[in-house]
């Protein structure tokens, strides 16, 4: 029994107020005196078809009954509604008229937007199990050494030499080499590291499909009759 309109006759109205016909009549029936008055039903032009294709036509329609709003990606865009309307096309709505229907449609789409982009945009990351590791590795060295050298040496017995470190004055040296270093070392290293570790489940692509049905369920829920 029938109590409300369904979005397949609603997507219907819609295809045959644009012009669209699941008939057309054969191109040689024009040669044939008279014409020929029969029609060919052209499956690629059943409305069911249509829908299940979720060509051109109809996401136009689809995305007027959602008042133009869309999910941030085209194609999750494009994946939601499809499944949407291949899901629900033959079920009844909770609401008596399409207007009606629609403002529960798009106040339920509000709620669970975002819900439903980060799903999405995360999807890869909920399957693979994806953790991302970042490390940042700031070394500082600061360092400062000295050096003294001193050499010296004598021709004859009687040469009197200074080989104090502190000392820098020598006398009696037939050769007094005196060389003095020091070097400071200041170095800053920064070094960041970026990780990421995936672990491939199949159960976890499971999960990912029961988070989605969740979404369904509440439009099913809240848009739609809960009879058979």
């Given at each position: ?5 369904t979005?397949?006759k609603?997507?219907?109205s819609?295809?045959?107020k644009?012009g669209?016909s699941?008939m057309?009549?054969?191109d ?7 014409p020929l ?6 499956d690629?032009?059943?409305f ?6 979720y060509?051109e036509?109809i996401e136009e329609?689809?995305n007027?009954l ?8 085209k194609e999750?865009d494009h994946?939601?509604k499809?499944?949407?309307i291949?899901r ?5 709505i909770n ?7 629609q403002?529960?449609l798009v106040a339920?789409f509000?709620?669970y ?6 799903i999405y ?7 693979t199990q994806?953790?991302t ?5 700031n ?9 003294d ?8 017995p009687?040469?009197?030499?200074n ?7 020598m006398?009696?040296?037939t050769?007094n080499?005196?060389?003095?270093n020091?070097?400071v ?7 960041q590291t ?7 489940n199949?159960d976890e692509?499971a999960k990912?499909g ?7 369920n ?7 009759l809960?009879v058979?």
């Amino acid at each position: 029994m029938m109590v409300t309109t369904t979005i397949y006759k609603y997507i219907q109205s819609e295809l045959i107020k644009n012009g669209k016909s699941e008939m057309t009549v054969p191109d040689d029936s024009k040669y044939f005196d008279p014409p020929l008055d029969f029609i060919w039903f052209d499956d690629d032009l059943q409305f069911t078809t249509k829908i299940l294709k979720y060509d051109e036509d109809i996401e136009e329609i689809v995305n007027q009954l959602f008042a133009g709003l869309s999910l941030k990606n085209k194609e999750h865009d494009h994946h939601f509604k499809k499944t949407f309307i291949n899901r629900f096309t033959d079920r009844q709505i909770n609401r008596q008229t399409i207007e009606s229907f629609q403002m529960q449609l798009v106040a339920t789409f509000l709620s669970y937007e975002d819900y439903i982009n980060t799903i999405y945009e995360d999807m890869e990351k909920f399957i693979t199990q994806t953790t991302t590791n970042k490390q940042n590795n700031n070394q500082s060295t600061d360092g400062q050494s000295t050096s003294d050298n001193r050499s010296a040496f004598q021709d004859l017995p009687q040469s009197s030499t200074n080989l104090d470190l502190n000392d820098t004055t020598m006398d009696h040296a037939t050769d007094n080499t005196i060389s003095r270093n020091k070097e400071v070392n200041n170095q800053v290293v920064d070094v960041q590291t970026t990780g990421e570790n995936k672990s491939y489940n199949f159960d976890e692509l499971a999960k990912v499909g029961g988070v989605l049905e969740k979404i369904y369920n509440e439009f099913d829920r809240k848009c739609f009759l809960q009879v058979w």
